[in-house]
């Protein structure tokens, strides 16, 4: 049971980039799935979620507007990052809580403690 990002690699700032999570050894469809980031130095910050009952998303005010989460039936979650920034620079990760313990997992915070998360992916955007 393993989750796992990719997609990152270096922009411009303006541009965009996709980054994918797909899970391996269970249904990721079952969950509701968090990105979230952390850059060196700085405490981790959740960026977006999706629910798994309806496809209700949610952001971080840092991100709306710029980010989009989605999901398909194929077992893997998406991150579109458009007018990326600086700021955005950061290690990647999307983050779920197997255990249910949370009604609403996409209430936040995410991470919290005892939710898992694979490998992230890193971002870097340049000036």
């Known amino acids: 049971v393993q989750l796992q990002a990719s997609g990152g690699g270096l922009a411009q700032s303006g541009g965009s980039l996709r980054l994918s999570c797909r899970g391996s050894?269970?249904?990721?469809?079952?969950?509701?799935i968090a990105w979230f980031r952390q850059a060196p130095g700085k405490e981790r910050e959740g960026v977006a979620c999706?629910?798994?009952?309806?496809?209700?998303t949610y952001y971080a005010d840092s991100v709306k507007g710029r980010f989009t989460i989605s999901r398909d039936p194929v077992n893997a979650v998406y991150l579109q990052m458009d007018r990326l920034k600086p700021e955005d620079t950061a290690v990647y990760y999307c983050?779920?809580?197997?255990?249910?313990?949370?009604?609403?997992?996409?209430?936040?915070?995410?991470?919290?403690?005892?939710?898992?998360w694979g490998q992230g992916t890193q971002v870097t955007v340049s000036s």
């Open positions: 050894g269970f249904n990721l469809g079952y969950y509701d």
């Open positions: 999706i629910s798994s009952a309806d496809g209700s």
């Open positions: 983050a779920t809580d197997f255990q249910l313990r949370r009604l609403s997992y996409c209430s936040g915070p995410w991470p919290d403690a005892g939710d898992s």
